[in-house]
């Protein structure tokens, strides 16, 4: 083959890959998105009952480290940790919903203005990339 045709053959290659690649779907990005409370609720405290939807990925009990899946973690008045690294264990405020959970009841929220903000994170409790997170306040007044 004379030095011509085969520039020609090799750079045929990546656009024949190219457009195969073009014809697969990619997946959808992954969304969390809090439901209840809702954005501005007043809640009859000090009980506070969080849940959760989710799009574009599968949730898995963290033990069973399945790639392609993730879990919630919940923020509640903390500043979400979202650095290249796990979220952190053991911090007050942050709730991991390692079992695949949907649904979250706190106990004792004080009366005032609060945040949940709610994060995917893949077996290792790093976030997901693109970034899956909500954020809702609401208002917690004494019963």
Do not use: Y
Not at 107 to 123: K, N, Q
Request: hydrophobic residues 50%; neutral net charge.
């Amino acid at each position: 083959m004379n030095r011509s045709r085969l520039v020609v053959a090799a750079l045929a290659f990546p656009v024949a890959a190219l457009s195969v690649a073009a014809c697969r779907k990619a997946p959808p990005q992954a969304t969390v998105t809090i439901t209840s409370p809702s954005a501005g609720d007043t809640i009859r405290g000090p009980a506070v009952h969080v849940t959760l939807a989710v799009t574009g990925v599968e949730l898995a009990p963290v033990a069973e480290q399945r790639s392609g899946t993730a879990h919630h973690h919940l923020f509640l008045d903390v500043d979400a940790i979202i650095a290249n690294g796990p979220i952190p264990l053991g911090v007050p405020g942050i709730v991991h919903l390692g079992q695949a959970q949907t649904e979250f009841h706190w106990d004792s929220v004080a009366p005032g203005r609060h945040r949940i903000i709610a994060v995917l994170a893949d077996p290792g409790h790093v976030p997901l990339t693109p970034l899956a997170v909500d954020t809702v306040t609401f208002v917690v007044v004494a019963p």
